[in-house]
């Protein structure tokens, strides 16, 4: 059995910080679940290019407002507490924050754990482990 709490995570290498958001990685590739998981924090008033073309995954809105656009069609939806959304097509899209927003993602394959976004929004197939 594996049991963390969030806050151990946060406060360890687990915690991943960029420009828009960050990340702790709870379930990571060498917990050997098939997948991994993560609570990220988007922050507000960003906007954030991601492009997912070598993992799919699914995001759970906890709290905070934004909207995600894809942009192979220009649509826009609207994010809020209680939202799902999966990117299940390797969707490339836009990830605005109008107010900070805590998030609960899942990721297929499953992060290394130092993965960040790359020039084009992407994250390496298989990422430098923590």
Same mark, same amino acid.
């Given at each position: ?67 995600? %656009? *894809?942009?192979?069609?220009?649509? #826009? &939806? /609207?994010?809020?507490?209680?939202? +799902? ?29 130092? %993965? *960040?976004?790359?020039?084009?929004? #992407? &994250? /390496?197939?298989?990422?430098?482990? +923590?």
């Amino acid at each position: 059995m594996i049991v963390r709490t969030l806050e151990d995570c946060e406060n360890s290498p687990r915690r991943i910080v960029a420009q828009n958001w960050e990340s702790t990685r709870m379930l990571l590739k060498d917990d050997n679940m098939g997948f991994s998981f993560h609570i990220t924090t988007i922050y507000a008033n960003t906007e954030t290019h991601i492009w997912y073309q070598n993992h799919l995954e699914s995001v759970y809105c906890i709290s905070g407002e934004g909207e995600i %656009e *894809t942009l192979a069609d220009g649509k #826009v &939806y /609207p994010i809020k507490p209680g939202t +799902l959304y999966v990117l299940d097509q390797h969707d490339e899209h836009l990830l605005r924050g109008f107010s900070e927003m805590k998030m609960a993602c899942v990721f297929n394959p499953p992060l290394s754990g130092k %993965e *960040t976004h790359d020039e084009n929004g #992407v &994250y /390496p197939v298989d990422g430098e482990p +923590l």
